[in-house]
């Protein structure tokens, strides 16, 4: 390790820092009291005949690599919603599996790690988006953050081998074998950066969350990471491969029905073939580029696999915000519309004719719109991150939160919606235009510094509890202790909302999870 700085352009007044590891030289640059390697290479570029591949180890390269900048991110449509987290993140390429760091400094002793996978339904984002900024949350917990990319759409979870009775490759967990590979380097190269491979914490939201808990459930990942914290997302993953074999089909028919000549085919055609699906009513399901359970990389649905003692060992944190799916339906104004039987069609549509009057006893609260929204809340998010701290809590500490902060955009109709927490978590929330959807504040100020606290002492310890939050008990099936966030103090509350979450059960596990 090159420890020597020296200042370069003084009119940015930032001070180049040097680093060696395997794969060869890097400069990175010390800003904010941060030391900042953007852009590296963590696998090869999965291009032309390593499209649809596992993730092949870097290749070395010659002389000093500059790491100012971020590097190309994943072939993807625009989404709104990461404009409202952060903005466009970057030039795309399907050369895109690069990481970042930030690091308080490259000295001993050596610091935890938090590896942050971002979410997306996984065709979109990208972990250089502007509200995953590590800097402050480096800072404040004396961590080392890492963001990382991987393969996103038909480019990471597209089940083409299944599609095509073998002819092509692609398995459906492309993804996730990128995200194993960024582990991997993580454990060979972080503690040049300062880093303890030995205490590293994966963290993401949303697709990201569900990525974790995929890596939970995945033989490829064991060892390579000590704890999770998974933010609005949990472990019901896994399409079965007869399920994402569909999909394949039906964007190999969106490209003209030849399978022949797939590695040839331009990325932005795939994009197109990608966007048509996802346009599509949703006769595929719920995310179509979801993974798949192909036997290797997920052996079979992430919940499972938990309950069996896959992840035995690792501290776990989860939890959801209060109205996830306010930002989902706030794209539908109509929805606001809705009548009982209108509510009650979604609802049997949801869960089965059957099931649907039983389970509406238990949201009898609000308009037909603020009931469905608690459905589809609890349905898609709050439901299957209980089930997955009961199912660790028999083989680790596991600790839960709700977080309940409302957004003050569009007159506060979003609520305590999906991926508002993001904000606070990293410190980034009263950046620029972000502070219009996360809100500023002493209270913002005060709510972001509790869960920073929290979130890097769980990656030190594997126990959240900090000075904010005082003691954090663990989660169990008799009590559920919850640390409630956003509304007023941190403060615990036992089985919170657990009427609604107590009639899931007569619910086919199938039916339940994104």
């Given amino acids: 390790m090159l420890g020597q700085g020296y200042r370069t352009d003084a009119m940015d007044q930032q001070t180049a820092e040097l680093v060696e590891i395997g794969q060869g030289r890097l400069k990175g640059f010390s800003k904010d009291g941060v030391l900042r390697f953007n852009g590296i290479p963590f696998a090869e570029p999965p291009m032309g005949p390593l499209r649809w591949r596992p993730a092949e180890p870097p290749k070395p390269w010659i002389g000093l690599r500059d790491s100012a900048r971020f590097a190309t991110i994943a072939p993807q449509i625009?989404?709104?919603?990461?404009?409202?987290?952060?903005?466009?993140?970057?030039?795309?390429?399907?050369?895109?599996?690069?990481?970042?760091?930030?690091?308080?400094?490259?000295?001993?002793?050596?610091?935890?790690?938090?590896?942050?996978?971002?979410?997306?339904?996984?065709?979109?984002?990208?972990?250089?988006?502007?509200?995953?900024?590590?800097?402050?949350?480096?800072?404040?917990?004396?961590?080392?953050?890492?963001?990382?990319?991987?393969?996103?759409?038909?480019?990471?979870?597209?089940?083409?081998?299944?599609?095509?009775?073998g002819r092509c490759p692609g398995a459906g967990t492309e993804g996730l074998g990128d995200q194993i590979a960024a582990l991997k380097w993580v454990r060979d190269n972080i503690a040049a950066f300062g880093g303890d491979p030995g205490n590293v914490t994966v963290f993401g939201e949303s697709a990201g969350a569900m990525s974790v808990g995929a890596l939970l459930a995945a033989p490829g990942a064991r060892g390579l990471f000590n704890k999770a914290i998974l933010q609005s997302g949990a472990a019901h993953i896994g399409r079965k491969s007869d399920s994402s074999a569909k999909v394949a089909r039906r964007l190999i028919e969106h490209l003209g029905g030849d399978a022949a000549n797939l590695l040839s085919v331009p990325m932005d055609a795939i994009l197109k073939a990608q966007g048509a699906i996802l346009d599509a009513p949703r006769d595929l399901g719920g995310l179509p580029f979801g993974p798949t359970i192909d036997g290797n990389v997920l052996p079979t649905r992430a919940i499972e696999q938990v309950r069996s003692g896959a992840a035995r060992g690792i501290p776990v944190l989860a939890g959801t915000t209060m109205e996830e799916w306010k930002l989902?339906?706030?794209?539908?104004?109509?929805?606001?519309?809705?009548?009982?039987?209108?509510?009650?069609?979604?609802?049997?549509?949801?869960?089965?004719?059957?099931?649907?009057?039983?389970?509406?006893?238990?949201?009898?609260?609000?308009?037909?719109?603020?009931?469905?929204?608690?459905?589809?809340?609890?349905?898609?998010?709050?439901?299957?991150?209980?089930?997955?701290?009961?199912?660790?809590?028999?083989?680790?500490?596991?600790?839960?939160?709700?977080?309940?902060?409302?957004?003050?955009?569009?007159?506060?109709?979003?609520?305590?919606?999906?991926?508002?927490?993001?904000?606070?978590?990293?410190?980034?929330?009263?950046?620029?235009?972000?502070?219009?959807?996360?809100?500023?504040?002493?209270?913002?100020d005060a709510l972001s510094s509790a869960m920073m606290q929290s979130w890097t002492a769980f990656a030190r310890t594997g126990d959240p509890s900090s000075a904010p939050t005082g003691p954090w008990p663990r989660y169990d099936a008799p009590t559920r202790a919850t640390m409630m966030l956003g509304d007023g103090d941190p403060h615990v509350a036992n089985a919170p909302d657990d009427h609604r979450r107590q009639m899931w059960c007569i619910i086919p596990e199938d039916r339940i999870g994104p």
């Fill in 328 to 444: 989902f339906t706030a794209a539908r104004p109509k929805l606001r519309l809705m009548d009982a039987a209108k509510l009650r069609r979604y609802t049997a549509g949801l869960v089965g004719e059957e099931h649907a009057d039983a389970l509406l006893a238990a949201y009898g609260e609000g308009s037909p719109f603020e009931r469905w929204n608690a459905v589809m809340t609890d349905h898609s998010f709050a439901v299957p991150a209980s089930r997955l701290l009961e199912a660790q809590s028999a083989h680790a500490p596991a600790f839960a939160y709700r977080f309940d902060w409302r957004s003050p955009l569009l007159g506060g109709v979003l609520g305590s919606c999906h991926a508002l927490e993001i904000g606070f978590v990293f410190g980034t929330y009263n950046e620029k235009l972000a502070g219009a959807f996360f809100g500023k504040g002493a209270a913002a």
């Fill in 78 to 165: 625009a989404s709104a919603a990461e404009r409202l987290i952060g903005g466009t993140p970057g030039e795309q390429s399907e050369d895109c599996l690069y990481l970042n760091v930030w690091t308080p400094s490259l000295e001993r002793p050596l610091r935890p790690v938090m590896v942050w996978i971002h979410g997306g339904a996984f065709v979109t984002g990208a972990g250089t988006l502007g509200t995953y900024n590590g800097k402050r949350l480096a800072a404040l917990g004396d961590v080392v953050v890492v963001t990382i990319n991987y393969r996103l759409g038909a480019f990471g979870f597209l089940n083409l081998a299944g599609g095509t009775d």
